[in-house]
């Protein structure tokens, strides 16, 4: 029965925390703040009527009017009780949902005036419909939620005003306070109710969701149970049969391992982890599988074995002399790198870059060194690489995740600190999947790599010591960050007295051991390998020296078979011949006599020097030069700079200036199939077209390199080695440089420099009176073809050269 409240009293008030109490509610609280007891006090002392409202933040102690919801309950005392600590249990029974309006307080308590916002049901058919509405919602509910008893159902069947059964259901759901406060502020009990069955029907989703996510979790733990019991079996018949528990040891045998393998501290740890994750796995999941990969990788890379550097630089020398003949450059920075190490224990590994033509040792002289110092070698080849995961690996989130190659190469090597052979650096690509150039930042600066880090691994690995050498053909198409961090040493082309010696002293006596001749079956005199490396070889270094000689010698093992052990072939002319077929090349390419519009220019390839023989015709037309010869864009550059100078300098040579009016020219540059490009062919142009506009032949045993200006100045070029070495295989004595490389002849073998002249120029005067046959009859000026006869007097000895008072004659 409703006890009957007078509105217009004032009530004590309950400041209640993280709960709301609806009318029909019987709750018991447990109440300790001192204004809270004294308000218990106060209607314990009077009609035993309370008002209940909840608390907008349950932390604060000495709530204030804004602090306080302004709908809430009063309520009725059933009993109270006060405990032992001082705490005061108290029941009580919600009867209305009220309006808290004027606030009155003192020390003691806070006392309120209500007003009573609960409205009368709507009777009908459609109170029926939402009371059955919200009791069935309610059942779906309880079925699901085992934490509401049945009886709270059944209590709920025999009520029949709909805020009464509003306020029972409201008070058995589970919501968060502010939406129950929500529904207390609610007078209407049909728009309570609609809102409280829109609740209802949501967590009844979120539980059928729960509920059947807990049922494939069961079912998952169901069958692992079956899987762990099944194995928990086998362990069992196992250790009858005296097979021993194979897991244990399995796990145990890891961890000792891990112990054994000596690890950076994050890397153990990292490891340990692993491991823990998985004894706690089934052994035949898929995820075993992988973390016990990771573990083994994590335990098979070397953390601490290393070798020990043989630091004797006499036995260094001995191999790198046995292995390679001439390339001082390098051996004499090995063995400073020795003579440091014994110096010094801290230094870091070096970082070289060989850079050099095919076939000139660069991958077997990494070898080399390896076996100097005594360190492991490996090699990975970065022609075409074009992932960065190839560096630095894959994460493990993906299938058939593996570490990079450094890591891979460095478990290979089993030590800390091998030698690793990055070959061909300058093929590298990059695509969607990354650079991995840029990846190798890291690998190859001696600041970063103490702390790699690869993707697979995730811990810190320590490459300092780790002695890296690169390899690359040309030095132009590495990128620049790369090239910073690497120290370059070029390996130029070998001269034919490196040639024969490396053949004499290494390539045939390896091709007969690996043709299974003996020493008595062939013999190979110079003048031969002169001849093979002259007539069937053109090349910068030695492979396809190599391969002649091992056909060479698979003939002989052809003739030792069919005439027995004790036969014997002395190599010569004839016989290369008949078992290399017809000369492949002409030693010695050059022209035979002085002609006009011919010149001889030097050109640099990726496999050594060659020579360029240019040529040019006048056909008529109106003036224009046409270019043949697949030439490059810089090229076709130098050219136009060559006929612009010719052009514009016309009044100081002996050159019909009418002539170019109604003439083209056409200058055209031998095998077009071949692509060729750069500037160095500037000024050996300008010599072909001053020649042919003037009719004065070239002298044929004149070869020349070097950048033209507008002006005439002749600039510096690179590759000089090579150019000068091809005119030396071409016979020519003469070679006309830039003065600026005058320096790089130092660079020339000795035996070369003692056949050959050579002719450092600064200006295209000076090149046109060295190339052509008569210059006198090129300049106009007299007195400058006198200046610059007293200028190259002592390197022309070879002319014969007759001065008079009328004028000079310069005569070959």
């Not at 009580?92 to 009368?120: F, K, N, Q, W």
């Amino acid at each position: 029965m409703r006890k009957s409240i007078d509105f217009t009293n004032k009530y004590p008030l309950l400041p209640l925390r993280d709960v709301v109490v609806f009318p029909h509610m019987v709750i018991p609280l447990f109440v300790g703040r001192e204004k809270s007891v004294k308000a218990l006090d106060s209607a314990m002392k009077g009609d035993r009527l309370i008002v209940l409202a909840t608390q907008r933040d349950a932390h604060i102690s000495v709530p204030e009017k804004d602090d306080i919801y302004g709908v809430g309950t009063i309520a009725e005392i059933l009993q109270l009780l006060k405990l032992p600590d001082g705490t005061i249990k108290v029941l009580v029974e919600g009867i209305a949902r009220v309006y808290l309006a004027d606030y009155s307080a003192d020390e003691e308590t806070i006392m309120v005036s209500i007003r009573d916002i609960e409205r009368e049901a709507e009777g009908g058919p459609d109170s029926i419909a939402l009371k059955k509405a919200l009791l069935e919602t309610f059942d779906k509910y309880i079925k699901l939620n085992k934490k509401v008893p049945r009886e709270a159902f059944t209590a709920a069947e025999s009520i029949d005003d709909m805020s009464h059964l509003a306020d029972v259901i409201a008070s058995h759901v589970e919501m968060k306070i502010a939406y129950k406060q929500s529904l207390l502020d609610m007078g209407n009990p049909a728009e309570r109710i609609h809102k409280l069955i829109e609740f209802i029907n949501g967590e009844i989703e979120v539980m059928f969701i729960e509920k059947k996510i807990q049922g494939q979790v069961r079912k998952q733990m169901e069958k692992t149970q079956k899987e762990y019991y099944l194995n928990e079996q086998m362990k069992v018949i196992k250790k009858e049969l005296g097979q021993g528990d194979g897991e244990v040891d399995e796990i145990e045998e890891l961890k000792k391992s891990i112990e054994d393998a000596k690890m950076s501290e994050e890397a153990r740890a990292k490891a340990l982890q692993e491991v823990k994750r998985l004894e706690k796995m089934p052994p035949m999941s898929a995820e075993s599988a992988v973390v016990r990969t990771y573990i083994e990788w994590l335990r098979d890379v070397p953390w601490h074995k290393k070798t020990k550097d043989n630091r004797n630089i006499e036995h260094a020398m001995t191999i790198l002399n046995e292995d390679h003949y001439g390339l001082e450059d390098v051996k004499e920075r090995i063995i400073e790198y020795i003579a440091v190490r014994q110096l010094s224990k801290k230094l870091k590994g070096p970082i070289l870059c060989f850079v050099g033509p095919p076939g000139v040792g660069k991958t077997s002289l990494g070898r080399s060194v390896a076996r100097a110092l005594g360190r492991k070698f490996v090699r990975m080849s970065l022609g075409g690489v074009r992932d960065e995961a190839e560096i630095r690996g894959h994460r493990r989130t993906y299938v058939g995740a593996l570490p990079g190659r450094i890591i891979q190469l460095l478990k290979k090597a089993g030590t800390v600190n091998p030698l690793i052979l990055l070959d061909e650096v300058d093929k590298m690509s990059m695509d969607f999947r990354g650079d991995p150039s840029s990846a190798l930042l890291e690998v190859l600066d001696p600041e970063q790599n103490n702390s790699f880090v690869d993707h697979y691994m995730e811990v810190n690995y320590d490459l300092s010591q780790v002695m890296f050498i690169t390899t690359a053909n040309v030095q132009h198409k590495i990128p620049a960050p790369l090239q910073d961090r690497m120290e370059i040493i070029e390996i130029t082309s070998y001269t034919e007295p490196e040639k024969l010696n490396i053949a004499k002293n290494f390539l045939i006596a390896k091709q007969i051991e690996e043709n299974g001749l003996k020493q008595e079956n062939i013999e190979y005199p110079e003048d031969a390998i002169l001849f093979t490396i002259r007539h069937y070889t053109r090349e910068a270094g030695v492979r396809s020296l190599e391969r002649v000689i091992a056909k060479v010698c698979r003939k002989v093992a052809r003739e030792v078979v069919l005439n027995g052990s004790g036969y014997r072939r002395v190599i010569d002319e004839s016989i290369l011949h008949q078992y290399l077929g017809p000369i492949k090349f002409k030693y010695g390419i050059k022209e035979l006599s002085n002609e006009v519009g011919l010149a001889n220019g030097l050109a640099w390839t990726e496999v050594g020097g060659d020579i360029l023989h240019m040529e040019a015709s006048v056909i008529k037309g109106k003036g224009k030069l046409t270019l043949t010869g697949k030439l490059g864009e810089v090229m076709q550059e130098s050219a136009q700079a060559a006929f612009t100078y010719i052009k514009a300098n016309q009044q100081f040579f002996r050159l019909n200036e009418e002539f170019l009016k109604n003439r083209d020219i056409h200058l055209h540059v031998p095998e077009g199939a071949i692509p060729k490009d750069g500037p160095s062919a500037g000024i050996t142009m300008a010599v072909v077209m001053g020649s042919l506009l003037s009719g004065i032949p070239v002298r044929c045993d004149v070869a020349m390199t070097g950048e033209i200006t507008l002006r005439g100045k002749v600039l510096p070029i690179g590759g000089l080695k090579e150019k000068v070495l091809a005119a030396h295989r071409a016979e020519i004595k003469h070679v006309i440089l830039p003065a600026e490389n005058e320096k790089d002849l130092e660079k020339i073998p000795d035996y070369v420099k003692e056949r050959m002249i050579f002719h450092p120029v600064s200006t295209m005067e000076e090149v046109l009176f060295l190339a052509l046959e008569s210059p006198e009859k090129f300049f106009r000026d007299e007195n400058k073809t006198r200046i610059l006869y007293d200028r190259w007097k002592g390197t022309l000895d070879d002319w014969k050269v007759d001065i008079t008072d009328t004028g000079s004659s310069v005569h070959m």
